[in-house]
């Protein structure tokens, strides 16, 4: 059944009445790429029953699918694009925009091309920074290393008036915005912005988010590099503790709200007896304890790794209040409350352990992009100058059902993506772990209070 909620339909800016420079084929079975129609959509849900009947789909219920169309919205040698990369770092973030340079150069013969420096600050007259201008040459390379060449910096996305005059001041007839929700967010108010006042400019956004929790589409980029160098991390802590009387490994992985990184890189490795993430609440003490399970596996095995998302067990301790930059609620640190929590625990019942806490977090996210992101980050940027130079705005670039679709930025901002813990990724991190399903001492309080707090929460 369509989810009757949302709207996929794609803004434009007007016609496409440019032939594209990009000599593609429209005919099957002669040995060349096709163009893409806006005719070609992609269902977003997948899921059937037997009895379903699957009936003729309204556009707004369908994915667009993204790739080169035969007739473009703006003339190239017309354009001044700008790329810009907000909030913090991640793998692949270089890689996007060498993406994006070399298809707008190569493929469609834009030769102004602009890089927005550190994040949404770069557009804004107080701090100063001059435009960088990007060719194929000095992008070539930049692959190769972690950060971000064009720099990033979090906030300056709400001052949308500013933002918005300074692209128009530019003459930018097109801006790629990669960043996560609170800069797509921000992304969205500039173009709306724009649109008042009647301006031709695209704005289209890369999705960034290390931590993987952009609704509707399958990932992000720099995901897999994160489960990869996690992985690392996680073999060293086991190391660590195997080899150490009562060892503990505590490795704190990036996760402020959804525990994606923490529990693929537990399924990745095998080697974490315990993951703790935000979507799942745990208590310390009591019989069925995370603190009373760990003694258990330390008498049983005599070492144990645990693998924790920074936003898990906030509800456990004091938060310092606040947000950040991009808007985010500050947390308190979980990885050293439970460093302690742990210390004290076994200090009090007279059990020797040895320790060992590791926070690879900006380690991870410095990182060059592995192989799979780079080919990911190589697409995406591709099919964000696709739509651009079709003239369509106000969406991102995602993969759905491994298919490359435009979506509305509206849409993908609207909710947060979570792990299901009764889905079959948390199923699946249980088994890999074969830590207790849920460490709460009164089950059935639990759940009412859990269900209290969402009846609340709906209601608001």
Not at 93 to 114: E, K, P, T
Not at 378 to 397: C, D, P, Q
Request: glycine share 10%; with cysteine.
């Amino acid at each position: 059944m369509a989810d009757v909620n949302y709207d996929f339909s794609i803004s434009t800016l007007g016609p496409c009445k440019v032939d594209s420079p990009i000599k593609l084929s429209k005919t099957e079975g002669d040995f060349i790429a096709n163009y893409v129609t806006d005719e070609e959509f992609v269902r977003y849900r997948l899921d059937a029953t037997m009895e379903q009947v699957v009936g003729p789909s309204k556009r707004s219920e369908l994915l667009e699918k993204a790739g080169p169309r035969e007739k473009i919205f703006f003339n190239p040698s017309h354009v001044h694009a700008a790329v810009v990369t907000c909030g913090g770092l991640c793998p692949g973030l270089n890689d996007v925009v060498r993406s994006i340079v070399r298809c707008l150069w190569n493929r469609y013969g834009v030769r102004r091309i602009s890089g927005i420096r550190f994040g949404f600050k770069g557009l804004l007259s107080e701090y100063g920074f001059d435009v960088i201008p990007l060719t194929p040459v000095l992008v070539d390379d930049c692959h190769k290393t972690g950060g971000s060449i064009l720099g990033t910096s979090r906030g300056g996305g709400d001052r949308v008036i500013e933002i918005a005059d300074a692209i128009e001041n530019l003459n930018i007839n097109i801006i790629f915005i990669v960043g996560g929700d609170g800069t797509q967010r921000g992304s969205l108010e500039v173009a709306e912005e724009i649109e008042k006042r009647g301006l031709k400019i695209a704005v289209v956004g890369i999705p960034k988010t290390v931590d993987n929790d952009l609704s509707f589409i399958q990932k992000s980029f720099g995901f897999d590099t994160a489960v990869v160098k996690a992985a690392e991390s996680v073999a060293a802590a086991h190391m660590e503790a195997h080899s150490q009387i009562n060892g503990i490994g505590l490795v704190k992985l990036m996760g402020r709200e959804s525990g994606f990184i923490a529990t693929h890189t537990a399924i990745a490795s095998h080697e974490a007896n315990f993951v703790l993430i935000p979507e799942v609440p745990f208590e310390l003490d009591g019989p069925n304890g995370f603190l009373h399970h760990l003694e258990e596996r330390l008498r049983k095995r005599h070492h144990a790794v645990i693998v924790v998302a920074e936003g898990a067990g906030q509800d456990l301790l004091e938060s310092e209040g606040g947000t950040d930059d991009s808007g985010n609620k500050k947390l308190a640190d979980i990885g050293i409350y439970l460093r302690d929590k742990m210390s004290a625990y076994f200090k009090s019942i007279g059990m020797h352990i040895n320790l060992k806490y590791i926070d690879p977090s900006y380690q991870i996210r410095s990182a060059p992009a592995a192989a799979i992101d780079s080919i990911y980050c190589e697409r995406l940027g591709n099919n964000a100058v696709h739509a651009a130079m079709a003239g369509k705005t106000k969406l991102i670039i995602g993969l759905v059902h491994n298919k490359f679709v435009h979506l509305p930025i509206s849409v993908v901002t609207s909710k947060r993506n979570y792990i299901d813990p009764e889905g079959s990724l948390w199923r699946d991190c249980i088994d890999a772990t074969s830590q207790p399903i849920l460490m709460v001492n009164d089950k059935e309080a639990f759940l009412r209070n859990s269900q209290s707090k969402q009846a609340g929460g709906k209601k608001k």
